[in-house]
Every structure is written in structure tokens, then in C-alpha cells.
Nanobody, 126 residues
Framework: QVQLVESGGGLVQPGGSLRLSCAAS????????MGWFRQASGKEREFVAG????????YTEDSVKGRFTISRDNARNTVLLQMNNLKPEDTAVYYCAADWTRTRPIATQPSEYDYWGQGTQVTVSS
């Protein structure tokens, strides 16, 4: 059974940091590109960051570049999103997702991803 379980969300003040974690099981994690997406209330799901199967390549959306860092540990089937200098506009439900590929570039469209977690809420507010 495929599972992606996110954790690490919560309430944080502007300028603060959070580290999101996604634990994967039920599939060959090292054969998948992993992505983080977010969805704010009333808005469409949007790409945040992605990392290829071996961690050699990453891609980060412009609005979070320099603040968010994606990484993965294939030995632990885990992908992380370190979020620093958080802003109120980062408030959203954050999802991790898996795209079965070792060859295609990191995808930014949700439709390209095969598996999804249930999401974790991140709220940035004073």
C-alpha cells in the first residue's frame, strides 16, 4: 500500500522556520522524483519545490527561492522541506507527491505526479 505521510506543519510567526517531512512507503522511493506543493484556501494547488531521484537536481519555485530547501534521504525513504524566513503568504496546506521517473525533468504540474500525501497545514501569522 502506497503511503506518503507529511509532518512538521504548524503555526509560526513571520520570519520563523519550519521543517516539513514526508515519509514514503509501499513503492520504490529511489525511482521517483519527489515534489512539494501547497494549496492556500480558495486557490489552486501550486508547485513549491522538487528533487530528482538521487538528489542531484532540485528546482524551487521563484517565490520561495532562497528561503526553502528540498532534500531527500533514500535510505530512510524521506523527503524534507526546510522553510526559513516564512511569510504570511506561505500559509497553506503543504503536500508531498511522487512522480515515477528517473529521466524526465522535475515536473511542476500536479497532474504529472502519481502519488500524494494528505497534507500538513502551515500557518504563518503573528
Amino acid at each position: 500500500q502506497v503511503q506518503l505521510v507529511e509532518s512538521g506543519g504548524g503555526l509560526v510567526q513571520p520570519g520563523g522556520s519550519l521543517r516539513l517531512s514526508c515519509a514514503a512507503s509501499g513503492f520504490t522511493f529511489s525511482s521517483y522524483t519527489m515534489g512539494w506543493f501547497r494549496q492556500a484556501s480558495g486557490k489552486e494547488r501550486e508547485f513549491v519545490a522538487g528533487i530528482n531521484w538521487n538528489g542531484a537536481s532540485t528546482y524551487t519555485e521563484d517565490s520561495v527561492k532562497g528561503r526553502f530547501t528540498i532534500s531527500r534521504d533514500n535510505a530512510r525513504n524521506t523527503v524534507l522541506l526546510q522553510m526559513n524566513n516564512l511569510k504570511p503568504e506561505d500559509t497553506a496546506v503543504y503536500y508531498c507527491a511522487a512522480d515515477w521517473t528517473r529521466t524526465r525533468p522535475i515536473a511542476t504540474q500536479p497532474s504529472e505526479y502519481d502519488y500524494w500525501g494528505q497534507g500538513t497545514q502551515v500557518t504563518v501569522s503573528s
